[in-house]
């Protein structure tokens, strides 16, 4: 993300408590950093599912990826349990 830019936050986990611990961490970086936290969060309805289904179907709708972006320095391991973080698994 660029100095100045905005990071979409989508889609939320199914727990409330969990979202509000997301939205709270984001307005938290934001009084600190200079790039924007914004959310969205679909409100997913049947119809509307079942006719983008119908276009996939029919070849109409093609996926595609416009871009992607590499890990600039992803932690090692080793560096995250030395500052107390937990390893992944």
């Known amino acids: 993300m660029t100095p100045r830019g905005r990071?979409?936050?989508?889609g939320a986990p199914k727990?409330?408590?969990?979202?509000?611990?997301?939205?709270l961490k984001a307005l938290a970086w934001s009084a600190f950093?200079?790039?924007?936290?914004?959310?969205f969060i679909a409100r997913l309805k049947k119809d509307d599912l079942e006719a983008l289904c119908e276009?996939?179907?029919t070849g109409k709708v093609t996926?595609?990826?416009d871009k992607r972006y590499q890990l600039v320095a992803p932690l090692k391991p080793s560096l995250m349990?030395?500052?107390?973080?937990?390893?992944p698994r």
């Open 15 to 23: 727990e409330l408590w969990a979202v509000i611990t997301r939205v």
């Open 55 to 57: 276009l996939m179907k």
């Open 81 to 87: 349990s030395n500052k107390g973080m937990p390893a």
């Open 33 to 39: 950093v200079r790039q924007k936290f914004t959310f």
């Open 7 to 10: 990071c979409v936050m989508a």
């Open 63 to 65: 996926p595609v990826i």
